[in-house]
Every structure is written in structure tokens, then in C-alpha cells.
């Protein structure tokens, strides 16, 4: 059980696009999910939380514009890096946490490269 | 402010050599106290919650237990594949997220 997804695993793009990421729990209902920014050999740094139905809360420093997260459902979020540059370039990972639970679980990550 | 810091940051050890990993951390009051292994390139995998000074839960080689001021992961004879990256992280009472530590890099020499 609780198990997290993301799509995709890799992506490469151009500079000036946009890039989606899906964060699916598959066997559970996630009122909350989390996104996470990873550089090599660091530890993992909070980019926002976001509650099903409700605006993601947005850690200091962290661009919502840029940086745009749905969570329209309670096993879907999404985030959404608009115009890409080579400085977004990361490693970035999901978690997500259900109604009764205290733990959270993480996805496997998506490894972002933009050229 | 809460904070998380880990020691080691690296550790190398030999296959069947026991030790320990500390994470010492100040929160306001304590929610729960979390460890994770993450392998390169992989999210982090779920190990543990503690929720009081004195709990102690165990997972095949792995030991963890809870103090006010720290915890302690303790591997007990391990192998080449428990090595990867450790993290530790809190959350305090009221908050929704987790703070991590900086984590321990175990290497197991076969």
C-alpha cells in the first residue's frame, strides 16, 4: 500500500517552454500532497504544500508563477514549471499524505534537464 | 525555528559491521519524528515514525529509537545492499510539513 507515481520519470526540454509533472497515489486519497526540489548529493527542499481543492501554500524564495501546482483531486497533482531556463534543471519529487495518516510517501521523482 | 542535523554525513562501513546513525533535532513540540532511505536517483522510501522519547521500532536490520533532543538508526550487521542515503526529518505539533536533515551517505563494503 501507499504507493505515489509521477510522470514523466524524465524530461528534457527547451528553454522558454513549459513542463507538466503528474503526482498520482494510487492506493489511497491524499488530501495533502508536497513538492520537492533535489540537487545532487543535497537534501530534499520544500517547494510547496498543497491541500486537495485549496491553493498551494508556497515556501519563501519559491516562485508560484513559476511554479504552478493543482490539486483538483484527491490522488492528482500536478506541477507545472512555465518557461523553462537551464537553472530549473533538478530533480524534483512528490509526496502525498492521506486524511488519518501521519507519514508521507514519495513518489519516485522526475529528473528535469532543460537545454 | 525547527531544525534537523545529521551525523555522519558519510559513512563507510564493512559488510557485517554494526554502527549507528544520529539525528539530533529542536522542534517546538514534537509531531513525529520520520527516517527515510533514498537510493541515487530514486524518492525516498519510507522507514519510520516515532512519536515519543522512549519508542523504538525495528524493520529487519534496522533499529530506530527516539530521545527529546535525537534519534538514533542503528544497523545491525549490514550488507552491501542496505547502502544508500539515510534522511532524517520532524514535523512539529500544528505544521503540515516535514523539515529534513542533510542525511547520511552509508557505503557497506562487501
Known amino acids: 500500500g501507499a504507493v505515489v507515481s509521477q510522470h514523466p520519470s524524465r524530461v528534457i526540454c527547451k528553454s522558454g517552454t513549459s513542463v507538466k509533472i503528474e503526482c498520482r497515489s494510487l492506493d489511497f486519497q491524499a488530501t495533502t500532497m508536497f513538492w520537492y526540489r533535489q540537487f545532487p548529493k543535497q537534501s530534499l527542499m520544500l517547494m510547496a504544500t498543497?491541500?486537495?481543492?485549496?491553493?498551494?501554500?508556497?515556501e519563501q524564495g519559491v516562485e508560484k508563477d513559476k511554479f504552478l501546482i493543482n490539486h483538483a483531486s484527491l490522488t492528482l497533482s500536478t506541477l507545472t514549471v512555465t518557461s523553462a531556463h537551464p537553472e530549473d534543471s533538478s530533480f524534483y519529487i512528490c509526496?502525498?499524505?492521506?486524511?488519518?495518516?501521519?507519514?508521507?510517501?514519495f513518489g519516485p521523482g522526475t529528473r528535469l534537464t532543460v537545454l | 525555528e525547527d531544525q534537523v542535523t545529521q551525523s555522519p554525513e558519510a559513512l563507510r562501513l564493512q559488510e557485517g559491521e554494526s554502527s549507528s546513525l544520529n539525528c539530533s533535532y529542536t522542534v517546538s513540540g514534537l509531531r513525529g519524528l520520520f527516517w527515510y532511505r533514498q537510493d541515487p536517483g530514486k524518492g525516498p522510501e519510507f522507514l519510520f515514525t516515532l512519536y515519543s522519547a522512549g519508542e523504538e521500532k525495528e524493520k529487519e536490520r534496522l533499529k530506530a529509537t527516539l530521545t527529546k533532543k535525537e534519534s538514533f538508526l542503528h544497523i545491525t550487521a549490514p550488507k552491501p545492499e542496505d547502502s544508500a542515503t539515510y534522511l532524517c526529518?520532524?514535523?512539529?505539533?500544528?505544521?503540515?510539513?516535514?523539515?529534513f536533515g542533510q542525511g547520511t551517505r552509508l557505503t557497506i563494503n562487501p
Open positions: 498543497s491541500n486537495e481543492g485549496s491553493k498551494a501554500t508556497y
Open positions: 526529518a520532524v514535523q512539529s505539533v500544528g505544521a503540515q510539513k516535514l523539515v
Open positions: 509526496s502525498a499524505r492521506s486524511s488519518g495518516g501521519e507519514e508521507q510517501f
